[in-house]
């Protein structure tokens, strides 16, 4: 079966500067897909891409077959949720009304919210972790704890597809690991996860399938267990290191020898 969201052969840059060049990337569907690299290496600038933030200059991104930058905004956000870096939340909101901004695809100039929308926004906390903060003000709370809000706010807009930009960045390991698993259970209950991540091991363990990328190229791409090795590592990350069984799944595991 054709991925639903595919770059084909895509170029993407700022200005005059080229970031990626002829890029080329099946997602796969109903699957958990890491994209690693070193900093700078265009990761972001390609989830930029998948959601009409960046049109390439060449080549085109594609979903079901049609240009996505032929959707209009609420039609693409309503099959693809985004979860950008930095983001920056309103003055004097509250965690419970910034989680039901996710709502806004579903909403029109005619609809008023309804028992749906409370539900997804309940239930989007809940997965985050973040229930309990509800009636709390954004900017009173950690880094760790904010992160987790925004999350809660992508997880309201219930897409079939969860783009993921560092998604467990400011948590601590017991939380990452716990928004990891969240992510699993997603993809096993149907959903697409496409996720940014620095931590390779986390990538080998939690994701069904890995993109490597290097200097705007994908240079390696598949499940785990096939493409992750010291070579691999050493070119992308410029990291000379063995890989061994993780002791708990038995994923490839980086060990840094130097």
């Known amino acids: 079966m054709a ?6 052969d ?3 840059g700022y200005g005059e500067r080229v970031v990626s060049a002829h890029v080329n990337l099946d997602v796969p569907d109903g699957a958990f897909t890491a994209i690693v690299g070193a900093n700078a290496c265009g990761k972001s600038t390609l989830l930029r891409s998948f959601v009409r933030l960046l049109k390439p200059s060449a080549g085109t991104v594609g979903f079901d077959g049609r240009d996505v930058n032929g959707y209009r905004p609420k039609a693409i ?7 950008p870096q930095g983001l920056v939340a309103p003055e004097n909101i509250i965690v419970r009304r910034l989680v039901a901004r996710g709502r806004y695809p579903h909403q029109s100039m005619l609809s008023t919210w309804s028992a749906e929308d409370e539900r997804a926004v309940q239930q989007a906390m809940a997965a985050a972790g973040v229930a309990e903060l509800a009636e709390r003000g954004v900017e009173e709370l950690s880094g760790g704890q904010r992160q987790r809000v925004w999350v809660a706010m992508v997880l309201a807009q219930e897409t079939p ?6 998604p467990t960045t400011f948590l601590d390991i017991a939380h990452q690991y ?3 698993k969240l992510f699993a259970r997603l993809r096993d209950e149907g959903r697409t996860i496409i996720a940014v991540l620095h931590d390779v091991n986390q990538a080998c363990r939690f994701a069904d399938h890995v993109v490597a990328m290097k200097a705007g190229r994908v240079v390696a791409e598949g499940a785990p267990a096939d ?3 010291a070579e691999l590592i050493e070119e992308v990350f410029d990291l000379p290191c063995v890989v061994v069984p993780d002791p708990v799944t038995g994923t490839p595991m980086v060990v840094p020898t130097a």
């Open 227 to 229: 493409i992750v090795d």
């Open 10 to 12: 895509i170029t993407l």
């Open 77 to 83: 956000a309503r099959q693809v949720g985004f979860l």
């Open 178 to 180: 716990q928004l990891l």
């Open 161 to 166: 597809y969860l783009l993921l930009d560092e």
């Open 3 to 8: 991925a639903r969201l595919t770059a084909q």
